[in-house]
Nanobody, 115 residues
Framework: QVQLVESGGGLVQAGGSLRLSCVASGNIFSGNVMGWFRQAPGKQRELVAIISSGGVTQYADSVKGRFTISRDNAETTVNLQMSSLKPEDTAVYYC?????????WGQGTQVTVSS
């Protein structure tokens, strides 16, 4: 089992910045992917950004150039630096930890961007 605890959500004005963090604990081992998905009301959960153990990143087109994902060398923490936030970024953001055959989710943290 892997437990994920997110922090850093909140309310921000359009154009502002927020930093999300997620700490993983439990049966952590290398060869995993950590990252962030988000779900807005009435919409499906969608990928925001992910990063592999080797540091390879993938971003949604909608956040490229505005969001930056990073992780620590111990592979237990993943961060999402969000800048130039837009109202359409409003959603619950979920941290994920995944490897072959296993996917874990955090409880989610609300990000609200006011216009």
């Amino acid at each position: 089992q892997v437990q994920l605890v997110e922090s850093g959500g909140g309310l921000v004005q359009a154009g502002g910045s927020l930093r999300l963090s997620c700490v993983a604990s439990g049966n952590i081992f290398s060869g995993n992917v950590m990252g962030w998905f988000r779900q807005a009301p009435g919409k499906q959960r969608e990928l925001v950004a992910i990063i592999s153990s080797g540091g390879v990143t993938q971003y949604a087109d909608s956040v490229k150039g505005r969001f930056t994902i990073s992780r620590d060398n111990a592979e237990t923490t993943v961060n999402l630096q969000m800048s130039s936030l837009k109202p359409e970024d409003t959603a619950v953001y979920y941290c994920t930890w995944r490897t072959v055959g296993n996917t874990y989710w955090g409880q989610g943290t609300q990000v609200t961007v006011s216009s």
